[in-house]
C-alpha cells in the first residue's frame, strides 16, 4: 500500500534545529531530464522559469505532499527562479556587500535574508557623508530621485519599504524549496550556502526589533541598511550586527579588512534533491569555481496559504504584500499585511502546522537545559 510523502520525526527534528533538510531523492529523475532538456532547449522570447517542466519540480514531485503535510497548503508556483550559476573565477567587482568578490571568503558567499531592497552597488569607493551616500544610493535604483519612500525599487524589483509608513523593511515568506539538478557533492561548485541554525537568531532579533518601535527589517533598530565602512563605503548590509556575530568563532575566515565572516555550510546534493529551508535562515548563492559545467538549482518561494488566504503567490516572489515589480495590492477592511506579516517574522513556527509537536517538545527540552 502506497502512503503519502512526509518528514520522519527525526526530520522534523533536525528541521527544526539546523532550518533546512534536504530530500534525497524527492524528485524524480524524469522530471529532472524534462527540465534539464528545457533548459537546453529554449524557446526564443519565453521565459524558462515559467514553464511547467520547472514547475512541475514541486507541483509534480514528492516536494508538494511532504511540505503539505509539514507547512501546510499554498499556491502551486506558476513560476521559479532558475539559479544557473557559470563556471568562473574571482574577479575585481565589488560585491554587494561592498567588498571585492575574490576577497569574499567561502566561495563569494555573502549570506542574507530574503524580501531585501537590493540596489547595485558603486563599483567604485564613494565619499560624502552617510547621508549623502544613502541619498546617492537610493536615487540610482531604477525609479531614480524620488526620495526616501516606499515607491524605491530596487534592481531586484523589491521595495525599499512594504508598507506605507515604512516599517518593514522587508518581504516575507514561509520556505525555501530548491531542486538540484546536477552534481553538487563538492564543495566551491555554486552550491547554496546555509547558515546552520541561524534561523533562531533572525526570529529573536526581529522580536526585539518590533519590542523596540514596531520597525523591522533594515533601517529599524539595530540594522543599518549599508556599511559605510565597506571597501567601497556603500555596501549593504544583508545581516545585523547581533545576528552576525553569534556565527563567529576561531575558525571564521576573514577579508583583507579583518573583518570576520560567519563560515556557513555549503549543502552538497545530487539530481534529484531537493532543500526546504525555512524563510529565516540567512543563504547566498556561492561561486561555481570548481564545477565543470554550470550550477543549476531551480528556486522556489512558497507561502503558507493561512497569512493570507485571498493572495495567490506565485512562487518567485520574495515580497508577496506587493506585487512582483512592487505594486500596491488591494486587501479587505481589517487586514492590515504588513502587522500579519511582522507577525509571521517573529514567530517562524507559526506557518509550520505540522511542525506543532516538534516545535513544543524541542522547546520545552531547551527550557530544561537552559533550568
Known sequence: MSTTPAL?????????????????GAVAPELVDAALERLRNPVEGEY????????DLVNASSVTPILHEAMGYFDPPIVCQVGVIPVRKRSDRYNNLGYPEKDQPYYGAESHMDGLCTIGVPQEVVHGTPDEIYKRYISSGPKGDIGRSPEVMGHNSVPLFEDPEMTL?????TTFAFVCLNDQTREGCGQ??????????????FQWQRAQNGCIGPEGPGWPRLNYDAPNHCGHVYLPEAVREQFLDETSESTPDGQLWPRPTQVLMEPGDACLTLFHIPHSGTRNENGTESRKNIIFRIRNKKR?????VNGVSD????GQRGEWLEFEEGNNPWERSKDALCDMWDEWQGMTEVVAEERAKEAAARA
Open 8 to 24: 520522519t520525526r527525526d526530520q522534523k527534528r533536525d528541521l527544526y534545529r539546523d532550518g533546512y533538510i534536504v530530500l534525497k
Open 48 to 55: 524558462v522559469g515559467g514553464t511547467r517542466e520547472m514547475t
Open 169 to 173: 523593511g522587508m518581504g516575507s515568506f
Open 192 to 205: 547554496t550556502a546555509l547558515l546552520r541554525g541561524a534561523h533562531h537568531a533572525t526570529e529573536r532579533f
Open 308 to 312: 493570507q488566504p485571498n493572495v495567490m
Open 319 to 322: 515580497h508577496p504584500d506587493r
